[in-house]
């Protein structure tokens, strides 16, 4: 190869190597978010880019098997959980950078059938849900393992009622699963967060969970002890922010009772 082809080549390769960090950078932090947050995280993440930073990447799915992800050593740089539990796995793990958790936002638990129903319950102890079903499954996410199945399965047990429904439970893999079962009509009801009956224009809320069934419904918010993303701490503290809960509370966030 001709010397001024070799000079050139070598040129091209330093720029590509002093470009590489930068590119690298485009990317935002990666964010591990419960599959509820959806809306309201991606909102955020767009916010967060109209400053003139990197968009944040957003993955969602249960929190469950968010936090086994980042277990497995998955390349995070956020976890947002929709309850303390599954924070509180991975902090026991040393896997949280110490001092980053916070306090998110909150949520409520609502009962939802497909949009033509005419159906109302008021939830209360031993209301009548096994005949509000009747034939049909109840779609939750799942009470073994997924924060909004686990409130879901609490309850309906402190209401006295979970044992004439156990058998009819549609498990699903995470709450917007289990909304979708009811909005294709699946499922004849499913308990679901408030902000996923917000969300989605084809179910109804047929009833309200009192707070007193169930603990606090709370969204915890930490950086992973992996990350290396420059820009990950400061979402995280503008999530947290005024500004940050602000967006969250446009979506139904924030408002337990």
């Known amino acids: 190869m001709p010397p001024i082809l070799l000079r050139a080549l070598f040129a091209l ?3 590509l190597a002093g470009a590489t960090p930068a590119l690298a950078q485009e990317r935002g932090p990666l964010v591990l978010a419960a599959a509820s947050l959806q809306e309201a995280m991606t909102d955020a993440a767009a916010a967060w880019a109209r400053k003139g930073h990197p968009r944040p990447v957003l993955s969602f799915a249960a929190s469950s098997a968010l936090a086994r992800q980042a277990e497995a050593g998955a390349r995070a740089d956020l976890f947002a959980s929709a ?4 924070m509180d796995y991975l902090q026991g793990k040393s896997l949280l950078k ?6 998110l936002t909150e949520n409520r638990l609502v009962l939802v059938a497909p949009l033509p129903s005419r159906l109302n319950l008021q939830i209360t102890r031993n209301f009548p849900l096994a005949k509000a079903l009747g034939t049909g499954r109840l779609a939750m996410a799942d009470p073994a393992a997924v924060p909004a199945g686990r409130y879901g399965r609490e309850a309906l047990t402190r209401l006295g009622v979970w044992t004439g429904v156990a058998g009819k439970v549609a498990a699903a893999e995470n709450v917007r699963a289990a ?6 009509g699946a499922a004849s009801l499913g308990i679901v967060y408030a902000t996923d009956a917000m969300a989605s224009r084809r179910v109804r809320v047929v009833g309200t969970f009192p707070a007193t069934s169930h603990q606090p419904i709370t969204y915890p918010v930490a950086l992973l002890a ?4 420059g820009d990950a701490e400061a979402f995280r503290r503008f999530l947290i922010s005024r500004e940050g809960r602000a967006i969250f509370l446009r979506r139904g966030f924030g408002q337990r009772r």
């Open 83 to 86: 309850d303390e539990e599954w």
């Open 13 to 15: 390769l330093i720029a």
């Open 226 to 229: 992996t990350s290396r993303h």
């Open 98 to 103: 110490a001092g980053t958790r916070a306090r």
């Open 179 to 184: 909304l979708a079962l009811v909005e294709r």
